[in-house]
């Protein structure tokens, strides 16, 4: 996948699947499987180093988890995302983050909202970078947000989104992430772009979807929001590992002869 394969898989009607990731070993597997892109997002402040909200991930911390993924991911298309107020701390600031983000071995950077970013997002996109967009739920707005609720419910909140997607088209983005809006919504904008949408709650009309790989595996049996889909019980499948092996070494039946060296 490149980025010309977005827009003409668009145009194809063919759905595009992308998959949240941070470390070689899972990079590995997804590298081996069908999926098409890779996502790197600053959400591994949460999942990988246990902050409560992505506003911890800094640009050291995405360039380093991105030169993990594309070691274990040499053939995908890799999406680093911007982090926190990267792009509001001026051009030279910004532009530094998007060379590390780069170097490290992103093919494109994601950059969550509209407003206040336009110029900017103009600029990276003719310095020969591709931006992916990201509307609706931007969870490093989440304290402006009031929590994570879904966005765009009234006809004034909609209308906002709407025009921000053709506002983002417009400055050059090749794609656009839609997060937890009403599905109605989803098709619109959908539609509306001929810049694919991937959507995660955004409704089955979107142009693609995109699950973090720790949520859907099941990794946190807790952690269960609406558009959120468990395609195995990875927590459950990891302990109960771990239980037999603690079992085995116990009783000694760890190690057995063939695992023992003459």
């Known amino acids: 996948m490149n980025i010309l394969d977005f827009a003409q898989r668009k145009c194809r009607g063919e759905k595009i699947s992308m998959v949240t990731c941070y470390d070689t070993w899972s990079a590995r597997i997804l590298n081996q499987s069908d999926i098409d892109t890779l996502l790197v997002g600053d959400s591994?402040?949460?999942?990988?180093?246990?902050?409560?909200?992505?506003?911890?991930?800094?640009?050291?911390?995405?360039?380093?988890?991105?030169a993990a993924v594309r070691r274990g991911a040499p053939d995908k298309?890799?999406?680093?995302?911007?982090?926190?107020?990267?792009?509001?701390?001026?051009?030279?600031?910004?532009?530094?983050?998007?060379?590390?983000?780069?170097?490290?071995?992103?093919?494109?950077?994601?950059?969550?909202?509209?407003?206040?970013?336009?110029d900017l997002?103009?600029?990276?996109?003719?310095?020969?970078?591709?931006?992916?967009?990201?509307?609706?739920?931007?969870?490093?707005?989440?304290?402006?947000?009031?929590?994570?609720?879904?966005?765009?419910?009234?006809?004034?909140?909609?209308?906002?989104?709407?025009?921000?997607?053709?506002?983002?088209?417009?400055?050059?983005?090749?794609?656009?992430?839609?997060?937890?809006?009403?599905?109605?919504?989803?098709?619109?904008?959908?539609?509306?772009?001929?810049?694919?949408?991937?959507?995660i709650g955004a409704g089955p009309a979107t142009d693609g979807q995109v699950l973090v790989l720790h949520d859907m595996l099941g990794m946190d049996s807790a952690f269960k929001p609406k558009f959120l889909r468990h395609y195995a019980q990875g927590e459950a499948v990891i302990s109960q590992a771990l239980q037999q092996y603690h079992a085995d070494v116990h009783s000694g039946a760890f190690p057995a002869t063939a695992e023992v060296y003459a």
């Open 77 to 118: 298309f890799i999406v680093g995302d911007m982090p926190f107020l990267s792009l509001r701390r001026g051009l030279s600031a910004a532009m530094d983050t998007v060379l590390a983000l780069m170097q490290a071995g992103s093919n494109c950077v994601k950059i969550e909202g509209a407003v206040g970013q336009l």
């Open 121 to 199: 997002m103009t600029h990276i996109v003719q310095s020969g970078v591709p931006v992916m967009g990201h509307l609706g739920l931007t969870p490093q707005s989440v304290e402006a947000f009031g929590g994570h609720r879904v966005q765009g419910r009234n006809e004034g909140d909609a209308a906002a989104i709407v025009d921000a997607a053709k506002q983002l088209q417009d400055a050059g983005c090749f794609a656009l992430v839609l997060e937890c809006v009403p599905a109605e919504l989803g098709q619109l904008i959908t539609q509306r772009l001929h810049i694919p949408v991937i959507g």
């Open 44 to 66: 591994l402040a949460m999942v990988m180093h246990g902050y409560d909200s992505t506003v911890h991930a800094t640009a050291d911390m995405m360039a380093t988890h991105v």
